[in-house]
Structures are given as structure tokens and as C-alpha cells.
């Protein structure tokens, strides 16, 4: 049997390049307190005290991979839109390469949004076009990687 030591596989997997290819999602986490319920309705009352956003779908499988200093080159689709950018932003930041992301005009970025208080998801709240992809971007992907 071989033995291998964590430098050796570090060093490994810094020689390595990948593409990943999926759904692009951008998860948002809506973090804050319940405290009381609402007169009008049996519901919690949602105290918001912060927002952040992280990559989700491929875009996180991308980000793990970067995590273990693997080459990471992203592929999918994300709205011409604010969402679209801060998904992009992140991938940059996280050192994916984004040339395989594309702009559709005609649907939003897919956005995963979650409701968390006291340490507990109390929603989730999804944003996303499930129709298929239309002829003139799976041209565009297959012109890029060629």
C-alpha cells in the first residue's frame, strides 16, 4: 500500500485544473430574532438584524475545490442582474476563474434565501427560472471550451 503525506497531496492537487459545471446559485441568509407572534395572524414576528451571502449549487462545489488550491473554472448561467453580480463578485474574491459564467436577460439568478433565527432555519425562500436554457447559450458554451 502507498503512503501518501498531506504535502504531497497539497502539492498534487495544486497541479490540478478543473471545470465545474451546474447550476450557479447565490444562497442569501436572512439571520435575526422571534420574539413575540403577530396580532393579525399565528405567525412569528421576524426581528432582521443582518444579511449576508455565500455561493451556493456549483458555484460552492467551485469554492470547496479552491479550498484545496485546485485550479477552479466555473460554467453556468446567472441573470443579467444585482444578484448575478454579487454571485460573480464572490466567485472572483474566492479565486474561480468566471469566464464560463453567462448573462441570460431573460431570467434571474438563482437565489436561495434562508431565514435563520436562534441558530434554527425558519424558511427558505427559492428564486429561479426552471425552464431549459435557450439554443444561443448553449452555442455561447460550447464556443468558450472548445
Known amino acids: 500500500m502507498q503512503s501518501f503525506s498531506l504535502e504531497s497531496i497539497e502539492e498534487k492537487l495544486k497541479k490540478v485544473k478543473l ?3 451546474g447550476d450557479c446559485i447565490l444562497d442569501r441568509y436572512f439571520v435575526g430574532e422571534v420574539n413575540r407572534i403577530s396580532p393579525e395572524a399565528p405567525v412569528p414576528i421576524f426581528e432582521l438584524k443582518e444579511i449576508y451571502f455565500s455561493l451556493g449549487g456549483a458555484a460552492n462545489v467551485a ?11 466555473l460554467m453556468g448561467i446567472i ?30 439568478t438563482t437565489i436561495k434565501t434562508r431565514v435563520i433565527a436562534h441558530s434554527q432555519q425558519l424558511l427558505r425562500i427559492d428564486k429561479e427560472e426552471r425552464k431549459p436554457i435557450n439554443k444561443s447559450l448553449k452555442k455561447k458554451f460550447q464556443e468558450i471550451y472548445e
Do not use: C, S, T, Y
Open 19 to 21: 471545470l465545474v459545471i
Open 63 to 73: 469554492a470547496n475545490l479552491r479550498g484545496l488550491n485546485v485550479k477552479v473554472e
Open 79 to 108: 441573470g443579467k442582474d444585482e444578484h448575478g453580480k454579487i454571485l460573480k463578485d464572490l466567485a472572483q474574491k474566492a479565486g474561480i476563474g468566471i469566464k464560463g459564467i453567462l448573462e441570460d436577460n431573460f431570467r434571474p
